[in-house]
């Protein structure tokens, strides 16, 4: 049994279909890529997965639980298990870099503030923030606005990260450094990850495997040397002038950084 599986999602907004029929697994331990154009529903996808929306048809189902039969104290235990990085961050502005990163242990487990300092300076030292504690989002980079984010994720332990454009507005040196770091926390911590970006090409370098969204349905799925090969006219499209450049010493680049 896939740890995530959707069947046959449909979703449409004010009579206008945006997923047709989504058919989609996730394993444990894997990173997927989630690509597609623009408008094509991919955020939209992650927010059925996480049960922030429920589909017209077809089914959602976490671990083997259908998120549409749920009831809400069920729905909870199983958000409780995912974790969500958002574009911008979604940090507050007027707490400290250690506040944002321990407001969910404080405001979901029965923890004391030693083993939230714990868990929290484990976190930030993982994302390489050791010293930022102190400093508000406002002081910070946005290559370090990324990493806090992620940190703030990774401190509920979950088993399933959502990644909605994690390296939105950096510039690609900045965001091939976070994207490596995603890879570097996923393999440590062995959750599974299922990501949207624009920088395709850095992210296939350190994806697991990659599926296409095209016109409301899963077009193609499979590792990412697998895509580079397909004959998909759509797939050629959407990948050439990007994936061509991605070779082998790249991807050995990533494993030895």
Request: net charge neutral.
């Amino acid at each position: 049994m896939s740890f995530i599986e959707l069947q046959n999602i449909a979703k449409a907004f004010d009579g206008v279909p945006v997923l047709r029929s989504v058919s989609l697994t996730v394993e444990r331990g894997e990173l997927l890529l989630l690509m597609g154009r623009s408008g094509e529903g991919k955020s939209v996808t992650l927010k059925h997965i996480a049960g922030l929306l429920l589909p017209d048809h077809g089914s959602v189902r976490v671990d083997g639980k259908d998120l549409s039969s749920l009831s809400r104290r069920e729905l909870r235990q199983v958000r409780m298990r995912l974790g969500f990085v958002f574009q911008g961050g979604a940090l507050f502005d007027s707490l400290t870099i250690f506040d944002n990163v321990a407001f969910p242990l404080r405001e979901k487990l029965k923890l004391s503030e030693r083993e939230v300092k714990a868990r929290v300076l484990e976190q930030l030292s993982l994302v390489s923030l050791t010293g930022a504690e102190q400093k508000l989002p406002s002081q910070l980079s946005g290559g370090m606005l990324k990493r806090a984010a992620l940190a703030r994720t990774l401190v509920m332990e979950p088993e399933l990260v959502l990644f909605d454009e994690p390296t939105t507005g950096l510039d690609p040196i900045i965001a091939r450094s976070i994207l490596k770091l995603i890879r570097d926390c996923q393999q440590r911590l062995g959750f599974a990850g299922i990501m949207i970006t624009h920088h395709i090409q850095e992210s296939l370098a350190i994806a697991t495997r990659a599926a296409i969204l095209h016109e409301g349905r899963i077009l193609i799925t499979g590792k990412p040397e697998e895509l580079r090969r397909s004959d998909e006219p759509f797939v050629r499209e959407l990948l050439d002038g990007q994936v061509t450049q991605i070779t082998a010493e790249a991807v050995a680049t990533y494993s030895t950084e």
